[in-house]
């Protein structure tokens, strides 16, 4: 039945994208499958809710219609959407989360080991030399290791690889070398 809906409401909009009849019934049969893939992503009904919202949204900007030609077509389509949407989400709520911790610690920092190591201490000191010129990324990866974390930690607080962050903790450590030697 939910099949013969989506197959009708397709082929509506496949000639006129602007029917909205058609548009009503897409939405009605798509909603509960939506909201079931951004809710297994995103575990929060809220943010499910506004992610299922802008996935009907980018179907609406896009209006894939003629290049779908049936149900189990349109929702492959839907669902890599409301993957896209939910990651996007999640990477934008990461994000702010990072940058609002990483400003706030910055502003007291708390080493730790009871015997940071000289280098942890150094980049403690850069702290207040270069928090200025560094992003909310950098900050928060100096943070990490200021606290004595290891570089696999770190990678799992970040939801990065080992490698991503191995590398971006040299690149930083270069960083810090060349704005300490230019103070």
Do not use: C
Request: cysteine-free; glycine content about 2%; overall charge positive.
């Amino acid at each position: 039945m939910n099949d013969q809906v989506l197959d009708r409401a397709l082929a509506v909009l496949s000639s006129d994208p602007k029917d909205q009849d058609a548009w009503r019934k897409l939405f009605r049969a798509l909603w509960p499958f939506v909201i079931a893939v951004v809710w297994r992503r995103l575990r929060d009904r809220t943010l499910a809710e506004d992610a299922a919202q802008e996935v009907f949204l980018r179907l609406v900007r896009t209006s894939p219609f003629p290049e779908i030609s049936n149900a189990a077509q349109l929702r492959a389509y839907v669902w890599r959407v409301a993957i896209n949407v939910s990651t996007d989400l999640l990477q934008r709520r990461r994000r702010l989360m990072r940058s609002d911790r990483a400003l706030s610690d910055l502003h007291e920092p708390n080493l730790a080991s009871d015997t940071p190591s000289e280098e942890r201490i150094i980049f403690g000191e850069a702290v207040a030399l270069t928090k200025d010129a560094l992003g909310p990324e950098e900050s928060e990866l100096l943070l990490h290791f200021i606290q004595g974390r290891t570089i696999a930690e770190t990678a799992l607080a970040l939801g990065q690889t080992y490698s991503n962050t191995a590398v971006q903790l040299h690149r930083l450590r270069r960083k810090l070398a060349k704005l300490l030697l230019l103070h």
